[in-house]
């Protein structure tokens, strides 16, 4: 609406009565609004206290079953008219009571309760309120009550209109005689504008009245006059000023365009110096995959070493666990090195068999680590039954589901986290499977669901400080499987969760796979609160091919066994039972059963958590149990514990299984292995000694081509590291092909990095073939077998667990609280070094709570982490894993500067039972050496001592030993303990001073 007024006087008061009206109209509003908000509290506060009351007096006859009690006390509701209807639900949610003020509501009433609070409807308040007693809710309260908001709504605005046109009137009055102060000077000046204009008088002046802004418009009116006297003139002047404006215009045009064609040729030199620095980028990724790859091959190897020994079943799981850990871990680093190979275009994808439970089993002991103790479920539902093998990149397919499962436990704090595996089409050759990673977490919002597949991109930016992450690993997810001929997507809605999702068509081969008679058709019972994790544990049982059944309670399982010992039925084979459930937890129902069904064939029984295990093995009653699984279980691991406890009950196990041929691959190979690690170096030449092969080690390019010019002859095959100090293993390998007697010696290249760059210049340099760090063990041995055409070995060992070979006797150790001994005697085939060791742990570690202690009281938390770091690697060498446990616990608490009082004191206690126990050790081996001892003979013990003292004196380890070993036949071992101790420690000093105490104990006169 164009409102047209000519007069000052009259905009005034429009703008001024418009301002009020504006005014007093949101003043109603918001008066309106509060007493509308108050009203509607107020009765939402009567109804929900009237819920609570019908609740506390509903209480006591739901939980006996009364809806007697529960109508009379609704039936009282008829004293408030204003009370429609009323119910009371179960926890079940089904209708218990009942009220209806009016037959034709009683249709009103709801069939089920809906979630807790209350609602405004037309004309109507409804409420619905959970009935609770001590934590448990035992129904549920329904109210339905009568508003009529149109006639309370009418009075009010009748009231706000009579306020708002009394407060208009009064305002326009008082305006009509204020305004003139202000519309008076203005139309003064107005005309005698109009008079300039007419009459093209520039002397006119305008009469100034008043010393506010309109005094100041007529002094601004009359300096205007005064300069358009002089107008012309300098109109004349701003002519002549355009004019030399445009000549320096043009000149500055000119230097410009002289500024630009510079420019442009240093734009061109800094391309050059662009692609320069891509190139040296592409070098700076090379040498960090070097050193990033390094100490990952140091891992791998000694996890490698370990998975060889001869470990229990437990143990051996354990070390598999760390190498796929492990091998997960180097596929995560690789990230940046794979989008850099993205980016070049340059990203392949292996195509080979892998079976699909070993990715999910890997995905399972990584990602079961990842959710701690969340409080959430990390479910990994069985794979379809495809027919056969995939075709395809197993680790590219791993790396996928890490990241995509990482992610959903990261922004999920509590509820689910499922994996889930679809068949979608299969023919002869090709299966499309859909994989689906779904979360409970914080969700995304659409907005920005196209964009979180982008390079660095993340739902918002608030997530890299919460959450941390740059968004690279979907990047990469989204190019793997474009690259493997698939597609990828989200499903999300903030709050409520994600499901990222891809689908790739695999290749496929047929097999077929037995199980043992044992193990073919098994009855499985799981007892679960959760119906999620319920249901999974039956699907993977199901896939295996047992016939699963399920309960919901540890009472229920109870009830379920009873039923088929009653019945005469076939019993379970298995009880998975989830340790926290509500009543009756897994642990109270695995003794119940175990007390009450008492058969010659108990049942398996297997706990299932999916935190806290270690708090769960220290239970009193876990002696009940069987074995224990980690959530997420999947068909690979259940299938592998209930085989190793059938094989512990003596149903896959018998002698033979304790003897087992193995093959020394490359027997007799002199193998030349150059590194500048020293770690890299001990693992090779431990694994290769492992298979046979002789070794020698050299530290880098030049080093080797000294040894080898030295030794021409000596060696069958180089392993040669690339990247190395001094000399290179391009420009060693260079060197060695210079000379005739090395042409054909076979050279394999080790390297750290995954350029193909870096291949190609391994075959320039002369290289025969490639293996990558950390190498997988298969590929280097047949690698070497290849260039060496050597043959394997076959060789017997003996498997038996709990005995060590000492000089041809078998021995067993008991009572050794604190030790691992079986454990330790795995490893550690020669009895007397070990007890060597022990001694020296027991000397070296003797007050190391007390000295960690000190550190800290010193806020020196740098040396008190290192000192338990270096307890924690010693013990756990030794096998004193309690030892080993409190001191890493300890670790991690200096890590982050707390307080370790408590910790310290049970590491003290371990300790303290270590000490005892190798004090006890010490003794069983001078009973078992007792015959073979001779008395202490301090004439015959002189001279040796005498010797040792000298040797000492030279710090000449070479000739200690030997003494010491001379006199363990003359003196008893517990007095050179602590001397052997002293020396493998280097300190002569100590060795010394206790060997002058034990010619003064002996009462030798020592020679000056």
């Known amino acids: 609406m164009n409102i047209r007024l000519r007069s000052v006087r009259h905009k005034l008061l429009l703008v001024v009565l418009v301002t009020n009206f504006c005014a007093l109209v949101a003043a109603g509003g918001a008066l309106l609004y509060h007493d509308l908000m108050e009203d509607r509290n107020k009765m939402a506060g009567v109804l929900t206290t009237m819920a609570n009351i019908l609740g506390q007096g509903s209480a006591t006859a739901l939980e006996f079953d009364d809806p007697r009690v529960a109508n009379e006390s609704l039936a009282l509701l008829r004293a408030d008219p204003n009370i429609i209807t009323a119910a009371i639900y179960t926890a079940r949610g089904t209708l218990f009571a009942q009220y209806v003020r009016d037959q034709e509501h009683k249709t009103d009433i709801p069939i089920a309760p809906a979630r807790e609070g209350f609602h405004f409807g037309t004309g109507e308040l409804t409420m619905f309120k959970r009935i609770t007693k001590a934590g448990v809710v035992l129904g549920t309260v329904y109210l339905k009550q009568g508003y009529d908001l149109s006639q309370w709504m009418g009075d009010y605005l009748i009231i706000l209109g009579a306020v708002l046109l009394a407060s208009l009137a009064i305002g326009a009055a008082v305006l009509s005689r204020l305004q003139r102060w202000i519309s008076g000077p203005i139309e003064a000046i107005s005309r005698v504008a109009l008079q300039v204009m007419q009459q093209r008088n520039y002397h006119l002046r305008a009469d100034k009245s008043t010393q506010d802004e309109i005094g100041q418009l007529a002094d601004a009116f009359n300096g205007m006059l005064h300069t358009l006297e002089h107008e012309i003139a300098e109109r004349s002047a701003a002519e002549h000023e355009v004019r030399t404006l445009n000549a320096e215009l043009e000149q500055r045009v000119t230097e410009r365009t002289t500024e630009l064609q510079i420019a442009n040729q240093t734009l061109l030199a800094r391309t050059g110096e662009a692609e320069a620095a891509n190139r040296a980028k592409a070098d700076f990724l090379a040498n960090m995959s070097h050193e990033i790859r390094t100490p990952m091959n140091g891992i791998l190897g000694l996890a490698y070493l370990l998975d060889q020994k001869h470990l229990d079943a437990d143990a051996s799981e354990l070390v598999k666990k760390i190498r796929n850990a492990g091998r997960s871990l180097q596929a995560i680093i690789n990230d940046i090195l794979d989008f850099s190979k993205i980016e070049a275009g340059r990203m392949e994808i292996e195509h080979a068999t892998f079976a699909l439970t070993d990715v999910l089993d890997n995905l399972a002991s990584i990602m079961g680590a990842n959710a701690g103790d ?111 001929g698939g597609e990828i997507g989200v499903i999300s809605e903030p709050g409520r969760g994600s499901e990222f999702w891809f689908t790739i068509p695999f290749e496929w081969i047929a097999a077929t796979e037995y199980a043992p008679v044992g193990l073919a058709r098994l009855n499985i019972l799981v007892a679960d609160d959760s119906e999620i994790a319920r249901e999974n544990l039956a699907l993977t049982a199901l896939s295996i091919g047992w016939t699963p059944s399920k309960v919901e309670s540890g009472l229920a399982a109870i009830q379920a066994v009873r039923t088929k010992v009653e019945n005469n039925r076939l019993a379970y084979d298995v009880l998975l039972l989830d340790w926290k459930m509500p009543e009756m937890d897994g642990l109270a129902t695995a003794k119940v059963i175990r007390s009450s069904f008492k058969t010659e064939s108990s049942p398996i029984v297997l706990m299932v958590t999916a935190f806290s295990r270690d708090e769960m093995l220290k239970q009193p009653d876990i002696d009940l149990v069987d074995g224990v699984l980690s959530k997420p279980v999947t068909s690979s691991n259940l299938y592998n514990c209930v085989a190793e406890v059938l094989r512990r009950r003596g149903h896959a196990h018998n002698v033979a299984s304790q003897l087992a041929y193995t093959n020394k691959r490359i027997p007799g190979v002199r193998v030349l292995v150059v590194d500048d690690s020293d770690i890299n170096r001990e693992v090779a030449q431990r694994i290769l000694q492992a298979d046979g092969a002789l070794v020698t080690l050299a530290n880098d390019g030049k080093a080797a081509i000294d040894w080898l010019y030295a030794n021409p002859q000596a060696i069958d095959v180089v392993l040669m590291d690339v990247q190395m100090p001094v000399m290179d293993g391009y420009e060693a390998t260079r060197e060695i092909r210079k000379s005739a007697q090395f042409a054909n010696l076979p050279v394999v290249a080790l390297t750290a990095g995954a350029f193909k760059a870096q291949q190609n210049a391994a075959q320039l340099a ?65 009895i007397n070094d070990y007890q060597n060791f022990l001694n020296k742990f027991a000397v070296d570690y003797a007050d190391c709570t007390a000295e960690i202690r000190a550190f800290q009281a010193e806020n020196n938390q740098l040396a008190a982490q290192a000192l338990a770091h270096k307890l924690k690697g010693a013990a756990g060498n030794l096998a004193l894993t309690e030892v080993a446990q409190f001191a890493s616990e300890i670790e991690a608490i200096t890590v982050i500067a707390g307080d370790a009082s408590e910790p310290l004191g049970r590491l003290q206690t371990a300790l303290n039972t270590v000490f005892t126990s190798i004090a006890r050790f010490n003794l069983t081996q001078d009973v078992q050496s007792a015959p073979q001892l001779i008395a202490t003979d301090p004439a015959r013990a002189a001279p040796l001592l005498e010797e040792l003292l000298h040797a000492l004196d030279r710090d000449n380890p070479d000739k200690v030993k030997p003494l010491l070993d001379a006199l363990a036949q003359m003196v008893s071992t517990v007095d050179l303990t602590s001397l052997h101790a002293c020396v493998d420690d280097f300190d002569f000093r100590g060795a010394e001073t206790l060997t002058r105490r034990l010619i003064s104990s002996l009462r030798i006169n020592p020679k000056e």
Request: proline letters at 5%; hydrophobic letters at 40%.
């Open 374 to 484: 969340k409080d959430l479920e990390l479910i990994i539902a069985p794979p379809p039954s495809v027919g056969g093998q995939l075709l395809g990149d197993a680790l590219r397919l791993e790396q996928i589901l890490i990241n995509l499962t990482g992610n959903a436990i990261k922004f999920t704090d509590h509820g689910m986290v499922r994996v889930a595996i679809n068949l979608l089409a299969r023919d002869d050759k090709t299966a499309t499977l859909r994989f689906s990673v779904r979360d409970t977490g914080i969700g995304i919002p659409l907005e920005k669901q196209a964009q979180i597949f982008s390079a660095f991109s993340q739902a918002d930016t608030s997530t890299t400080r919460r959450f941390g992450g740059t968004g690279l690993g979907l990047t990469i997810s989204r190019h793997l499987v474009t690259r493997m």
């Open 766 to 830: 002369g290289m025969n073939t490639f293996v990558a760090k950390p190498f997988n063990v298969e590929e280097l041995m047949e690698a070497i077998q290849r260039l060496t055409h050597c043959k394997p070995e076959p060789v017997l060992i003996d498997n038996s667990v709990g005995t060590a070979n000492v000089k041809g006797n078998r021995l067993v150790f008991t009572n050794l609280p604190g030790i691992a001994i079986t454990k330790a005697l795995q490893v550690w085939k020669d």
